[in-house]
């Protein structure tokens, strides 16, 4: 597969002291289904999977996961981990627009360019990180590459495909809406844009005026094509990985992922539902977001010896007392986060298990 740029470049962002800015690679790859762009950060590290992301409609890999990364108490975990950002076609920064007619990928179809992406960087297994349609893209290629996906954590997906009803509204709003702010439905709750903070107006003015606007719908347009996963508990389409789904507690795809929730392996299968995280956690709560997304990596096995986080410590007292009850670690559990209070309560064996921090 031939290489058609390589470009080095060093992620913009306030350091903390005694750190180095973090060199990163940018490449780009032909598949069967065009070209690809993905950001390699770190080197890779023996037995180690690499952290893949995948962002969202309206996004690229920056706007969509630079908050999350930066922040803090991510850097543990990436000073362990290789990631690689990958960008949707036509999503990158500077990206030209595609010509009139051309055909964008299916998002299953962008899946399949994933393992264009791991043959290039000779990497074997991935942990993936995806929001919304890049989530569904993650889930879909899980399913179909089931031996390279070491652990998931899908942000807002919606494995189902659209219905009746669903069209019906989307044609109606697509005749009072623009595009952006279709799209901005998707990415936020109604009380976020209502309340049109300083972060509402950032996506909004960043999606309103991409230059690569068209490319964006077309995006949006393989998002609203999606096929279903077709999940079913107990049956052979199934995520056969850790899990971990993510959403906000007013996002507008929390009963999408709480049907998801209930079709996938309860002892695989972690739900953390968000307070005060609107439609984007990864943005608005990153250090919430960091600690699941820590005590996930334990859970599977890494990071042991990393520094415990609040939420960490009180998962494991948690399950240290459940473990004395039925000697079983693995369960499906829920994690619901407030800023609040710092109080656990933990249901009879197999439950969910309620975690406030």
């Excluded at 490449?27 to 390699?40: A, L, M, N, R, W």
């Excluded at 990864?282 to 042991?304: N, S, V």
Aim: glycine share 8%; hydrophobic share 35%; charged share 20%.
């Amino acid at each position: 597969m031939a290489e058609l740029q390589e470009v080095q470049i060093t992620e913009e962002k306030p350091l903390l002291p005694g750190q180095t800015p973090e060199a990163a690679k940018t490449h780009s790859v032909e598949t069967p289904y065009g070209s690809v762009t993905f950001t390699v950060y770190g080197t890779p590290k023996p037995k180690r999977p690499a952290i893949l992301t995948y962002h969202d409609v309206g996004l690229n890999y920056k706007s969509c996961f630079q908050p999350l990364f930066q922040f803090e108490d991510m850097q543990e975990i990436i000073q362990n981990f290789v990631r690689v950002h990958v960008d949707a076609p036509g999503m990158e920064e500077g990206a030209p627009v595609f010509p009139l007619g051309y055909q964008y990928p299916s998002l299953d179809q962008l899946a399949d360019m994933i393992p264009c992406v791991l043959q290039y960087l000779n990497f074997s297994t991935i942990i993936g990180v995806g929001v919304g349609a890049g989530a569904y893209i993650l889930a879909r290629y899980a399913l179909n590459h089931p031996d390279t996906v070491e652990g998931l954590v899908l942000i807002n997906i919606d494995p189902n495909a659209k219905g009746w009803m669903d069209w019906a509204a989307h044609k109606l709003t697509g005749l009072t809406s623009s595009i952006p702010e279709m799209i901005l439905g998707h990415l936020f709750s109604q009380e976020e844009l209502s309340g049109n903070s300083e972060l509402i107006q950032k996506y909004r003015n960043i999606i309103t005026h991409a230059p690569n606007l068209d490319n964006i719908e077309l995006y949006w347009n393989s998002y609203n094509n999606r096929r279903d996963l077709n999940f079913e508990r107990g049956g052979d389409i199934t995520l056969k990985c850790p899990v971990m789904l993510v959403v906000g507690d007013q996002a507008p795809h929390e009963d999408a992922v709480v049907e998801c929730n209930s079709k996938l392996d309860p002892t695989q299968t972690s739900f953390l539902k968000m307070a005060d995280s609107g439609g984007q956690p990864q943005l608005t709560q990153p250090g919430k977001l960091t600690e699941a997304f820590k005590y996930f990596l334990q859970g599977m096995g890494y990071m042991a010896s990393s520094c415990m986080t609040r939420l960490s410590r009180s998962r494991t007292a948690s399950l240290t007392s459940a473990a004395s009850v039925d000697g079983n670690r693995s369960r499906s559990r829920t994690l619901s986060q407030s800023s609040e209070s710092g109080t656990l309560s933990s249901g009879p064996p197999g439950h969910t298990m309620e975690v406030s921090c």
